[in-house]
């Protein structure tokens, strides 16, 4: 909620004591802030003075959920909406606070409903500030570039212009409530919605619309009334929630494990994405030191309780095996206590949500990994495993002597790649290994998409099962720009060219995608398109090889955790432009503005795409189906990790010859990329 709301006139005639009192009450009365609310409310009362008869009005502390933040004042006047921040005592602009407050204006520009089609105003207010800077520019979807001003004298002088330039249309009464009460439709990225979780707000917060909203909502009610009932009757169950794309499965699980306020109940998310885990762990436990003081250390530690790659959940739970494995039955090493300690965790979870459950490891897969000690390097090797991971973490999960939930969070219509199991090997590791379990499945989880259809065969002679609507998530939150993009690129990949071209058409006026053969031009193309903090970046195949000559060296491993969170005075963040994302690097995440850079291990041909592997000094023809799906599907996570716009950088090559008349290096000829650059050209992605 927020603090203060008034007309100008009534902000004019109260107290400002009895103002200043009202914001202690919700924001606290510490003795720095309530000095700084002081300065504030006196000098926008001296501001308003000269607006005293508008019908105008004045928020203090308006709170902005997808950014887990508050704006100092939101002002109403004329259409024109003024977000300000103050900085009082501050002698100088600070580019921090600069994005800071045009972060504001582009989350009410972009997501409150009342505010789309406004002119919206960013006014940062240094108070001891030598100087001012009154001049701005509007860009095309009406918010100004930011103005910087230290007085009232400035703040209202940028006020009156703007009024001036704008025109006259009052707004009435109606109006005005009706901006205060329009609907708030966020689509914050995984990152921004984790934090908003940890800090135990509502996910009705950060959802797009309130359908999503209310969709999320049911779904998580759903979770916790199976954990109540579970714990309840100290039994033992399993859900499967499905959802449409871009529904929301990844925050259900993350708000059932982190964001319940009151939960004494272990949560774990779990997730095979490991650069996903790393960034979301580093993004909270900072977000929580910078909130609630102690050591980086300790953050991280405590959120790690909650978050975990799948791969160490895994290694801490066999660490509870006794090893060699007879006759193929886990035995539990009796020096390691399993009833309530968990080697260097604690207490095992009473829940565990798998994110892309159908991805987990069929048993040939993780025999062969733990018989030969893991591509991580484990101490032991374990010969002879008989489970497949389905299986061990059901296992893992039933060790617990009262009860437990696992919460299985399904995505449909993928292909499944060599060595994963799908969700009918979750469905036949309940039947077989664990009948005892109650079952709670998605009314959707029987649609041909999943397990091939054969769920109800599966199922059948379970009398265990249970299935409900509210395990489907229905709703999508896909970008708020972007609802097509995802057709778009499906069919730019499938080389639907009429396709792409009406797709392209709708989209671009909303989504800007451009083209280029000039890496600079695009590195430029993406600073000037980012305002505020919106992130940028450079991303490529795990195969581009042959980019280095551009410094584009997807062989040079990005610190994923400072590529997607540190600031533009690091060094390996995306921002620098330096550090190049690939496929691995970025699937679950997402960036604002992106530069694919496409090099020849995709290439278009008149007849089919062309694919091909770099080995040592030259390029080889992939002829393998499962490879060939994977490289299309790498490029379909990269050209779909924007949240508002891309450049799309395809090289020239090297036209060069030596003095013999031999190419210059032949694994950059132009012909391994002019196919592919006059092919999107034709689908009328606008050059630069």
């Known amino acids: 909620m927020d603090y203060y709301k008034a007309r100008i006139s009534e902000f004019l005639t109260t107290d400002t004591q009895l103002i200043q009192n009202q914001l202690a009450f919700y924001g606290g009365n510490d003795p720095n802030q309530m000095k700084a609310w002081t300065e504030e409310i006196s000098m926008l009362k001296e501001v308003f003075r000269s607006f005293k008869n508008e019908p105008a009005e004045i928020i203090l502390e308006y709170e902005i959920p997808r950014l887990s933040k508050r704006a100092d004042v939101v002002i109403l006047i004329r259409g024109i909406i003024f977000v300000l921040e103050f900085k009082a005592g501050q002698t100088a602009y600070l580019q921090d606070d600069v994005e800071q407050v045009v972060d504001y204006a582009l989350d009410l520009k972009n997501f409150h409903k009342e505010s789309h089609n406004r002119v919206i105003a960013p006014v940062l207010v240094s108070t001891k500030a030598d100087h001012y800077v009154l001049s701005a520019e509007i860009s095309p979807d009406k918010v100004y570039s930011p103005f910087l001003v230290n007085n009232a004298e400035s703040l209202r002088t940028i006020m009156r212009s703007i009024i001036l330039i704008q025109g006259t249309n009052p707004e009435t009464e109606a109006s005005l409530d009706s901006w205060y009460v329009s609907r708030y439709e966020p689509t914050p990225t995984i990152i921004e919605a984790a934090r908003v979780l940890y800090t135990k707000h509502s996910v009705k917060n950060i959802t797009r619309t309130e359908a999503s909203g209310e969709n999320l ?369 970025v699937q679950g995440l997402e960036l604002d503005w992106t530069c694919v850079v496409w090099d020849g291990d995709l290439r278009y041909l008149p007849n089919d795409w062309d694919y091909y592997t770099f080995t040592r000094n030259s390029w080889y023809v992939n002829r393998q189906k499962v490879n060939r799906e994977y490289q299309l599907n790498a490029y379909r996570v990269l050209l779909t990790r924007a949240r508002q716009g891309m450049v799309i950088c395809v090289p020239k090559g090297n036209a060069n010859v030596t003095r013999n008349g031999f190419p210059e290096d032949a694994t950059r000829l132009p012909q391994f990329y002019n196919g592919t650059y006059e092919y999107l050209k034709s689908i009328g992605i606008k050059e630069i």
């Not at 975990?308 to 020096?335: F, H």
């Not at 219509?413 to 979750?426: K, L, N, P």
């Not at 109800?456 to 708020?480: G, I, K, Q």
């Not at 980019?547 to 921002?575: C, H, I, T």
């Open 217 to 585: 909502a049911r779904t998580t009610a759903y979770i916790l009334d199976v954990i109540q009932q579970t714990k309840e009757r100290n039994e033992k169950a399993i859900c499967f929630v499905t959802g449409v794309p871009g529904a929301g499965k990844t925050l259900v699980g993350l708000n059932v494990a982190i964001g319940q306020p009151d939960n004494d109940d272990l949560a774990v998310y779990l997730s095979g994405n490991g650069p996903l885990v790393k960034v979301l762990t580093a993004s909270l436990a900072r977000d929580k030191q910078k909130r609630e003081g102690g050591s980086m250390a300790n953050a991280e530690r405590e959120v790690r309780r909650f978050v975990q790659e799948i791969y160490n959940y895994r290694e801490q739970m066999l660490s509870k095996i006794k090893t060699p494995i007879i006759d193929g039955v886990l035995e539990i090493d009796e020096n390691v206590s399993v009833s309530d300690e968990l080697a260097g965790h604690g207490e095992i979870e009473h829940i565990a949500i798998f994110d892309e459950a159908q991805r987990s490891w069929n048993h040939q897969k993780l025999a062969d990994w733990l018989a030969r000690g893991g591509s991580y390097g484990n101490k032991r090797r374990v010969p002879d495993f008989p489970m497949s991971e389905a299986e061990f973490l059901i296992w893992s999960m039933n060790l617990r002597r009262d009860w437990a939930v696992i919460v299985c969070l399904v995505g449909g219509g993928q292909e499944i790649h060599t060595g994963e199991a799908g969700i009918a090997e979750w469905l036949r590791a309940v039947n077989e290994s664990f009948p005892s379990w109650k079952v709670y499945v998605s009314s959707h989880l029987k649609d041909k998409e999943y397990a091939e259809g054969r769920v109800a065969e599966l199922l059948a002679n379970n009398r265990n099962v249970t299935d409900n609507s509210d395990l489907h998530l229905s709703v999508s939150m896909r970008s708020f720009r972007a609802e097509t993009l995802s057709a778009w690129v499906q069919a730019l990949l499938d080389r639907d060219t009429e396709k792409a071209q009406s797709l392209y058409r709708n989209l671009s006026d909303r989504y800007p995608i451009v083209l280029t053969r000039d890496i600079e031009t695009a590195k430029h193309w993406l600073k000037m398109q980012a305002r505020g903090s919106e992130r940028y970046g450079i991303i490529a195949s795990s195969k581009a090889s042959r980019l280095r000559p551009m410094a584009v060296d997807v062989s040079r491993k990005a610190d994923v955790v400072e590529w997607f969170l540190g600031d533009k005075k690091n060094l390996q963040s995306s921002y620098f432009l330096e550090d190049v994302a690939t496929e691995f690097d």
